[in-house]
C-alpha cells in the first residue's frame, strides 16, 4: 500500500479527559525515568476556548523573529498565534530583520517588529524591546526561546503578571554566550508560572530545566494536518514519473546537525532513489559527496519547493528519512508533515524529541546517529517490506491526527494559560 493508500481520513481527535494522553503518558514513564514534569497533553473532538479563560486576557508572546522570516520556531509561533487570537487579547513581539521598527496586524491581532542595533553570535540586540514589553502591559508573557534578547527585555522589563515559557531547545554550540547568559536565563524560569517543553525526552535530557521539572508541561508542536494529509494523485504520479517508483524523501535546511552526509553515505547500499528538500550552505559539499560515492544519479537536491510540490513530493514516497546528528534538533516538525501524509519514517536515537515524535517498530524505525550502513539497514527494510510500511504509516499517520495538530496543541496551550491565570501552576 502507497502512502497515500494508506491515509485514513481522520478527523478531529477522539477527546479523553484533561490530563495526560494515556499513550504518551506510557511513552514519558519509559523514556524519562523518575522525571517529574507534568503532561498537559488532552484530545478535543474540536477546538474550543476554554471557557475558565476571560477572553479579555492580554497575552503577549515574544519571539527572535516571525514570518516571512523563516525558521522553526517562527513557524510554531505564527500557527500557535494564529489558533489562539480567537480565545485571547493577542499580541506579538519580536525583532525586525531589516532595523527598522514597525507594526502589522495577522489574523487580527498586532505584530510588532523592534529594531535590531546589533547582532551578538547571531543574537539580535534590540533595546526598545524593553519598553515595548512594559507598554503591552500584558496579564501572560509568553517567551519562546533560546532567545537571550527576550530573556533579557522581560527581566528588565519590570512585569509583574505571569509567565510561560516555551523551552524549544538549550543553546547548544554558543557555548560562550550560553555560559554567559545562564543565570539571565535561570533568574527568568525562576519567576516562571509554568515552562513548556515539546517532548518529554527534552524535559528529562535538558541540565537547564533539571531544576524546573515540577513546572514544566508537556506541549507537542503541531501542524495543520490537513494541508499534508491529502494530495492530487497526478502530482504525485509526476513526481514518481521524473525520479522512479522507489523513492525515499528527507526535508530540511542543509547544515551540519541535520546528518545529510551520512544519508548519502547510505545510499550506495539503499535500493531507491533520494529527493532532498532543502537549501543551505553545505549544498556544495552534499553534491561533491554524491559525486564521489557515484550516487549523483541517485540523489536528488530539489532546493527550496512550494507547499504543493513538497506535498506531492511526501505523498509520492515511500519513506521519509530523518537523519540528525545532535541535539539542536529538538523535535522535528518535518517527521509530523511526513507522518500527516501517512508516511512511515526512519529517525535517530538523540536524547532530544526526535524518538518521541515516530516511534521505534511504531510508526517506524529508530537507528544510532552518524551510522550510514544503520541507516540503509532501515530504509531497505521498509522500502522492500510493502505490508510493514503500510502499517507503520498508518500507524503515523494517527499519531499526527491525534497528537500533533495544531488545534490540538493551542487546546492545550489555552488549558494551560487558564490553569495560570487561575493560580494552579508551579
Known amino acids: 500500500m502507497e502512502p497515500t493508500q494508506a491515509r485514513m481520513g481522520l478527523g478531529a481527535c477522539n477527546a479523553v479527559s484533561t490530563g495526560a494522553d494515556a499513550g504518551l503518558e506510557s511513552n514519558f514513564e519509559e523514556g524519562s525515568g523518575r522525571t517529574h514534569a507534568r503532561s498537559t497533553l488532552a484530545n478535543h473532538e474540536d477546538f474550543l476556548p476554554i471557557t475558565s479563560l476571560d477572553p479579555s486576557c492580554r497575552v503577549l508572546h515574544v519571539g527572535k523573529f516571525y514570518p516571512p522570516h523563516m525558521g522553526g520556531i517562527e513557524t510554531h509561533l505564527q500557527s500557535l498565534c494564529t489558533e489562539l487570537q480567537t480565545a485571547v487579547d493577542l499580541r506579538v513581539i519580536v525583532s525586525s530583520d531589516d532595523g527598522r521598527a514597525s507594526e502589522e496586524r495577522h489574523e487580527g491581532f498586532p505584530i510588532y517588529r523592534v529594531p535590531t542595533r546589533l547582532h551578538v553570535a547571531s543574537t539580535p540586540l534590540c533595546p526598545g524591546m524593553i519598553a515595548k514589553i512594559r507598554a503591552c502591559d500584558s496579564d501572560i508573557i509568553h517567551l519562546h526561546l533560546p532567545n537571550p534578547m527576550a530573556v533579557l527585555a522581560y527581566l528588565a522589563s519590570g512585569h509583574r503578571g505571569r509567565l510561560v515559557v516555551t523551552y524549544h531547545s538549550d543553546m547548544v554550540r554558543q557555548r560562550i554566550l550560553a555560559t554567559l547568559f545562564e543565570p539571565f536565563l535561570h533568574a527568568a524560569l525562576r519567576r516562571s508560572s509554568a515552562i513548556i517543553a515539546t517532548s518529554p525526552n527534552y524535559v528529562q535530557t535538558s541540565p537547564i530545566l533539571a531544576p524546573y521539572r515540577d513546572r514544566c508541561h508537556v506541549i507537542p508542536l503541531g501542524v495543520r494536518i490537513q494541508d499534508f494529509d491529502r494530495c492530487d494523485p497526478s502530482l504525485a504520479e509526476s513526481v514518481r514519473a521524473k525520479y522512479g517508483d522507489r523513492l525515499v524523501v528527507s526535508v530540511g535546511r542543509l547544515v551540519y546537525y541535520k546528518g545529510f552526509e551520512y544519508l548519502i553515505q547510505?545510499?550506495?547500499?539503499?535500493?531507491?532513489?533520494?529527493?532532498?528538500?532543502?537549501?543551505?550552505?553545505?549544498?556544495?559539499?552534499?553534491?561533491?559527496?554524491?559525486?564521489?560515492?557515484?550516487?549523483?544519479?541517485?540523489?536528488?537536491?530539489?532546493?527550496?519547493?512550494?507547499?504543493?510540490?513538497?506535498?506531492?513530493?511526501?505523498?509520492?514516497s515511500q519513506v521519509f528519512v530523518f537523519a540528525s546528528i545532535a541535539r539542536s534538533e529538538a523535535f522535528g516538525i518535518a517527521q509530523v508533515e511526513a507522518m500527516a501524509a501517512g508516511m512511515p519514517v526512519v529517525n535517530t536515537q538523540l536524547d532530544s524529541g526526535v524518538p518521541f515524535v515516530s516511534q521505534h517498530e511504531r510508526t517506524g524505525l529508530t537507528v544510532p546517529p552518524r551510522d550510514p550502513e544503520g541507516l540503509a539497514i532501515a530504509i531497505n527494510r521498509l522500502l522492500g517490506d510493502e505490508r510493514l510500511r503500510s502499517s507503520f504509516a498508518e500507524a503515523a499517520s494517527l499519531r499526527a491526527h491525534q497528537e500533533f495538530s495544531v488545534e490540538t496543541m493551542a487546546a492545550r496551550t489555552l488549558e494551560l494559560y487558564s490553569t495560570v491565570m487561575a493560580g494552579r501552576a508551579a
Open 266 to 316: 547510505a545510499m550506495p547500499q539503499v535500493r531507491g532513489t533520494l529527493l532532498l528538500v532543502g537549501e543551505g550552505p553545505l549544498r556544495t559539499d552534499l553534491q561533491a559527496l554524491a559525486a564521489k560515492l557515484g550516487v549523483a544519479s541517485r540523489v536528488h537536491f530539489l532546493g527550496k519547493i512550494d507547499h504543493q510540490t513538497l506535498v506531492s513530493c511526501y505523498h509520492a
